[in-house]
């Protein structure tokens, strides 16, 4: 069974860091995009970071873009963000996700997959206080 778990959220004021965890069971980081979305209130769910794990080659929301860091630990099917210079607009409900394969912007553009399956984890939150 697959499974992922987010982990790392908090209360951090404007310009701190925090670090976001997602330990995967129930498959291999061999092959596969995993990523990192999140949903504030009121508003989507959007791509914030997305990594194929076989070359590290990754996609960064705009708004993302310098600040924050998408990594992953194949060895220990972890994947990481590091999140710098946050902003309150960061603030949000932070979630992974895999797919197998290596379609890593399909994946954070949410355009869908007719082959594969997605596996998310729950949500860990995130927020940014003045």
């Known amino acids: 069974e697959v499974q992922l778990q987010a982990s790392g959220g908090g209360l951090v004021q404007a310009g701190g860091s925090l670090r976001l965890s997602c330990v995967a069971s129930?498959?291999?980081?061999?092959?596969?995009?995993v990523g990192w979305f999140r949903q504030a209130p009121g508003r989507e769910r959007e791509g914030v970071s997305c990594?194929?794990?076989?070359?590290?080659?990754?996609y960064y929301l705009d708004s993302v873009k310098g600040r924050f860091t998408v990594s992953t630990d194949n060895a220990k099917n972890t994947m990481y963000l590091q999140m710098d210079s946050l902003k309150i607009e960061d603030t949000a409900a932070y979630y992974c996700?895999?797919?197998?394969?290596?379609?890593?912007?399909?994946?954070?553009?949410?355009?869908?997959?007719?082959?594969?399956?997605?596996?998310w984890g729950q949500g860990t939150l995130v927020t940014v206080s003045s």
């Open positions: 996700a895999m797919v197998r394969g290596g379609d890593y912007k399909r994946l954070c553009l949410q355009l869908g997959f007719d082959d594969e399956e997605e596996y």
């Open positions: 129930g498959f291999t980081f061999d092959d596969v995009s």
């Open positions: 990594i194929r794990t076989s070359d590290n080659e990754a």
